[in-house]
């Protein structure tokens, strides 16, 4: 819980919300006293105020405030066309909950209460939106006042944000740009690489500085970081050697040098990474920040844990996307012709594959126009065979993501799924086959079902490990095309495999 002592009579400097709250403490030498003012309708969602006894401190809790108060809110201020309030208002809130209500906002509103806001104010509200958001927000400010607000960010978040305007919008902010040339280069590196997230100007040592040295050049050189978790240690070619942690600097003796104290095993990523190998680095060495080196191990830039927990979402929501056929684009609430284009593809792949089950059902024709109760139970075989494919899919796609497994070791798996597969198919197969007899009154439909049960569950744990692999090995996504090619191998396997044993059964089944 953060303290905060301020003289008023000016309402205390607004401070952000943390998960446990705020407390301000104001001390008032004024003879009056200051009201409290309450800005949402609900009191507990934020509170500003002064001290109210005369000479005395007075403690004031904010909580972190309900997005639904503070839009409400913002909204009765707009409908009062108080657009000043309503900047204010946006002022005292976290930058993240400012950006969370500014995106909701139409784009004229937007407009104005931006031009209200000073450039380093928002600078914060922009890096807390996702980088399309921030563009919607910015495509119709001046450039040069877009310019001063962008000097204020992240470099790495500029340049996501560009990527997002026009190309020569784009090239005319970076000419206006104090930090342009910084900029610039990160703009060259694929959005989901490492250099597409790092940060750049990483925090530095030399290895024949003493400690005494070193916090004295932190001190000069590193102080508006906004965080410092390792400092790399570089060779005069700027190449990464070593790295040491802040706790290992702190309990060194001033005389010591920083080659005494650094680790040789330095953890670091290349530049044309993918950013989910960051994510995962990251997650199994328990850092809080990797450093990034080109091909010649040159320090480039360093990517911190909290730009991690963006990628993660970004990587579970593309999955999720994926899996379901749909573009990682795609929003509930985009443009009809868009979301045609992101989806209908997809759903003529699934229909084509639909048309080859189809086919394969055709194949028995004469046997179901003797035994009609056979089409009664077909979608149960092959139902359950996608449901039991899609969940060895979805299992092996994630282990895959997260290098629990590799194509290598998949035989680890496809035994493990093939046992459960086995015992799944045994279970469901006899009781389906019981439902079978009983409720038809013929034994024999109850044993081909149970079969063809049987069988498709192990087909379905087959595919479902060696599909995900086999792409993974053609350097294709397996979140991409595995449900397809798993659905339409338990569909076309599970007609196939309970049409021709009642085919072969014929004679018990009339």
């Known amino acids: 819980m953060h303290l905060h002592r301020r003289t008023c009579p000016a309402v205390p400097d607004r401070r952000r919300c943390s998960s446990n709250g705020i407390k301000v403490i104001c001390v008032c030498p004024m003879l009056t006293s200051c009201p409290s003012v309450v800005l949402p309708a609900r009191p507990s969602a934020l509170l500003i105020g002064c001290c109210r006894n005369i000479g005395k ?33 946006l002022r005292s809130l976290h930058p993240a909950d400012s950006a969370e209500i500014l995106s909701t906002l139409e784009p004229d509103i937007q407009s104005a209460l931006v031009a209200r806001l000073q450039p380093t104010e928002l600078a914060e509200v922009l890096g807390q939106m996702d980088e399309d958001d921030a563009a919607e927000v910015v495509q119709h400010m001046d450039v040069s006042a877009l310019a001063d607000v962008l000097d204020e960010m992240e470099p790495d978040v500029v340049a996501d944000l560009l990527g997002e305007l026009e190309p020569e919008a784009a090239h005319q902010l970076l000419q206006e740009m104090d930090e342009g040339e910084v900029v610039a280069p990160l703009m060259a590196y694929p959005e989901d690489s490492a250099g597409g997230i790092m940060n750049v100007a990483p925090p530095c040592l030399r290895r024949h500085m003493t400690v005494a040295e070193a916090f004295q050049f932190i001190k000069e050189h590193y102080q508006d970081a906004n965080e ?38 330095v953890i670091s990523v290349r530049v044309d990474a993918d950013q989910e190998e960051v994510a995962q680095l990251l997650a199994r060495y328990d850092l809080l920040a990797l450093p990034v080196v080109d091909a010649e191990d040159k320090l480039v830039g360093i990517i911190t844990v909290d730009d991690v927990v963006d990628v993660l979402e970004e990587e579970a929501t593309e999955d999720i996307y994926r899996l379901a056929q749909v573009s990682e684009h795609a929003e509930i609430f985009s443009p009809i012709t868009q979301a045609i284009r992101n989806r209908l593809p997809w759903l003529y792949i699934n229909l084509g594959t639909a048309i080859l089950a189809s086919s394969v059902v055709s194949l028995f024709e004469e046997t179901i126009a003797q035994v009609a109760l056979l089409a ?14 899609n969940q060895s899919m979805t299992i092996v796609v994630r282990s895959l993501a997260l290098g629990e497994i590799d194509v290598d070791s998949a035989w680890k798996a496809l035994r493990h799924e093939l046992m459960l597969g086995l015992i799944h198919g045994v279970l469901l197969g006899v009781t389906i086959g019981l439902i079978a007899w009983f409720w038809k009154g013929n034994p024999w439909l109850g044993v081909i079902i149970g079969l063809a049960m049987l069988a498709n569950l192990i087909i379905a744990a087959i595919v479902g490990v060696l599909v995900p692999t086999t792409l993974k090995r053609l350097k294709v996504d397996p979140a991409l095309a595995s449900s397809v090619f798993v659905t339409t191998a338990t569909d076309v396997m599970g007609f196939a495999i309970f049409l021709g044993l009642a085919t072969y059964f014929l004679n018990w089944l009339r």
């Open 228 to 265: 410092i978790f390792y400092l790399y240690v570089l060779d005069r070619y700027g190449r990464l050697i070593g790295v040491v942690n802040l706790r290992a600097l702190i309990l060194a003796e001033p005389e010591q040098t920083i080659e005494e104290i650094m680790d040789r095993d």
């Open 376 to 389: 009664t139970f077909m979608p149960i075989v092959a139902g359950q065979g996608g449901n039991a494919g």
């Open 57 to 89: 401190e007075a403690e004031i809790m904010v909580d972190p405030i309900n997005i639904e108060d503070a839009l409400q809110h913002i909204e009765t201020l707009l409908a009062a066309n108080d657009l000043d309030s309503a900047a204010e208002f």
